[in-house]
């Protein structure tokens, strides 16, 4: 009767580990969690490091968008900003409560909670994070006013690009040349090629929306135009003047370097926000004592999201009574009964939160350098920009081979990118 049992479960046990491997796979981590006790989720491979880039790219491609959505509605961008700060809020606390508090906290990474109770000793990352949080904060408030000036795939290859020629060799020199120099910068060179792109891309387009507007027949045209703003084409010049009309940032007549200056500075901005981020997690410069542990990727995504809220809510509070650009004043009060569009700006902020912590998780992975891969978001900002907005429709020749160009080049420089990406030891 033993050895009938034992046989049987022999036989199951080999039947498990052989059919087709499954089994084999799934047993293993199994056996791991029982021994040593479950552990907190972190990526380690190379193949999931991907998948959280290819996430991040969409998230992030996406939520500017839905702020060129609600400015082309008219709504006021410290309205739509308020409303996204608070959802990009909670998603830095959703990764924070869940993955950063799965499994036991050990000495060498303690969960989210244990780390918030060690601020006394793990300050220095922390000031890491919040400094990544301040930049990113100031990076996104300039990008809402360089989106209505200068388009909504414009100003994302601007910033991505100024984001990786900077941002990606700070983090290379940052991790310890993880990641394969000899690919990593050739495609840092295709990212600048296509800023150069982006710019005669802006200038050209604008070139075309110029001679739609000198092709209305008078000024009463250019002020109540020919259609009604339910007949209005894409790319007409009655389209741009209903546009110009509905939006809340009133763009004719500007200087069409106003959108491209702040886009750039947006860029240095966002350069920043990463390696910061990466000296948080990592301690390159070796700020903590011995012995304490370092940031956990979901505890810096914390502290670097509260600092990127609160100057967010301080700023923008400040424009309701002091705006930007011409436009209208408002008032907290004004905000508040402001449900137009409140839907869409909270969307914004989860897309853009969640895309944060998922470069962040990707990044801690295959090297923050690599990460900067999601910087190809213009790619998805540009197929939005055509799709909902009728961006680059009925513009010259010119315009469309300089945009086939830059999105060219932007392909091939995030091919070259993640296939430079390392394994952090």
């Known amino acids: 009767m033993l050895k009938s049992i034992w046989f049987s479960g022999f036989v199951l046990q080999k039947l498990n580990m052989e059919f087709l491997g499954i089994p084999t796979l799934i047993t293993l981590p199994i056996e791991k969690i029982v021994s040593g006790g479950l552990k907190m989720y972190l990526v380690e491979s190379k193949g999931g490091a991907i998948?959280?880039?290819?996430l991040s790219l969409f998230f992030l491609g996406?939520?500017?968008?839905?702020f060129t959505l609600l400015e082309?509605?008219?709504r006021l961008p410290q309205h739509t900003y308020l409303d996204y700060s608070i959802t990009n809020l909670l998603a830095a606390l959703f990764f924070a409560l869940t993955f950063g508090e799965i499994g036991k906290s050990t000495p060498e990474k303690p969960n989210f909670i244990t780390q918030l109770s060690q601020l006394s000793e793990n300050w220095p990352s922390v000031m890491f994070a919040v400094g990544g949080g301040v930049v990113l904060s100031i990076g996104n408030l300039c990008t809402q006013y360089a989106l209505a000036f200068a388009g909504l795939s414009v100003t994302e290859v601007i910033t991505a690009s100024m984001t990786v020629l900077i941002g990606t060799t700070l983090n290379y020199f940052l991790d310890e040349k993880i990641n394969k120099a000899e690919i990593l910068f050739p495609g840092v060179g295709c990212f600048l090629i296509a800023v150069c792109l982006a710019s005669a891309v802006h200038s050209s387009n604008t070139a075309d929306n110029i001679a739609k507007l000198r092709s209305l027949s008078s000024t009463e045209d250019l002020e109540t135009g020919n259609d009604t703003a339910d007949n209005v084409k894409f790319g007409t010049a009655d389209f741009l003047v209903e546009l110009e009309k509905r939006r809340a940032i009133?763009?004719?007549g500007k200087s069409t370097l106003s959108g491209l200056s702040i886009a750039f500075f947006a860029g240095v901005c966002f350069s920043l926000f990463s390696p910061a981020?990466?000296?948080a997690t990592n301690d390159q410069w070796h700020a903590l004592k011995k012995g304490v542990a370092k940031l956990v990727v979901y505890t810096a995504f914390f502290w670097f999201s509260i600092s990127c809220f609160a100057l967010?809510?301080?700023l923008n509070v400040i424009?309701?009574?002091r705006p930007l650009l011409n436009l209208p004043r408002s008032s907290v009060k004004s905000y508040l009964k402001d449900w137009n569009g409140r839907g869409w700006a909270f969307l914004a902020g989860l897309l853009c939160g969640f895309g944060n912590g998922l470069q962040f998780m990707g990044g801690e992975a295959a090297g923050y350098a690599a990460a900067d891969a999601v910087q190809a978001l213009p790619l998805v900002s540009t197929f939005w920009g055509i799709v909902l907005f009728g961006d680059y429709q009925r513009?010259?020749?010119r315009t469309y081979v300089l945009l086939a160009s830059m999105l060219l080049m932007f392909i091939v420089a995030v091919a070259i990118l993640m296939a430079s990406a390392g394994h952090r030891k």
């Open 250 to 252: 009133k763009v004719f």
């Open 312 to 314: 967010a809510i301080i």
């Open 51 to 54: 998948i959280c880039m290819l």
């Open 72 to 74: 082309r509605r008219g």
């Open 62 to 66: 996406t939520w500017p968008a839905i």
């Open 319 to 321: 424009f309701l009574y």
């Open 395 to 397: 513009s010259s020749r």
């Open 277 to 279: 981020f990466n000296l």
